[in-house]
């Protein structure tokens, strides 16, 4: 895994992985408001081999509404940054989980994002470490 932001990889499938993430993105106030199965996407629109070559991957979106509420209030147009996106990618039966960093936030606001953006990413540090175990 060879991506920015907040990483760990779990030693289970992407459904097991899947609910994990939910558990531990709960516990610090996030709530998922989308899921987009990427594999099945491609598959419907491209056929098996692009979907084959994907491999099982999901994209949640998980919100903090306190977090995102303070953000909007401070810059409306972070609205576009909403919510965080975090990446289950099954490799080998084993699941990388690769979480935005909230401080992408910060370059669209300048500073005026920076209490919101380290609250969300302790927040965020806090579901990975739980996630580790």
């Given amino acids: ?28 106030g996030f709530g998922v408001l989308t899921e987009i199965d990427i594999e099945s996407t ?17 994209i949640l979106g998980a919100c903090n509404p306190v977090l995102a509420h303070r953000a909007l209030m401070t810059q409306r147009d ?20 690769s979480i935005a960093d909230p401080g992408d936030m910060v370059a669209m606001a300048g500073d005026a994002l920076v209490d919101v953006a380290t609250d969300a990413r302790a927040r965020l540090e806090r579901v990975v470490t739980a996630l580790r175990g």
């Fill in 1 to 28: 895994m060879d991506t920015t932001g907040l990483n760990v990889v779990l030693d289970v499938g992407i459904d097991v992985a899947g609910e994990t993430v939910r558990e531990a993105l709960k516990a610090e």
């Fill in 42 to 58: 491609l598959r419907a629109r491209l056929g098996d081999g692009e979907a084959d070559e994907v491999g099982p991957t999901r």
């Fill in 78 to 97: 972070v609205a576009m940054l909403l919510p965080c996106n975090v990446v289950l990618r099954e490799v080998d039966g084993r699941t990388e989980i």
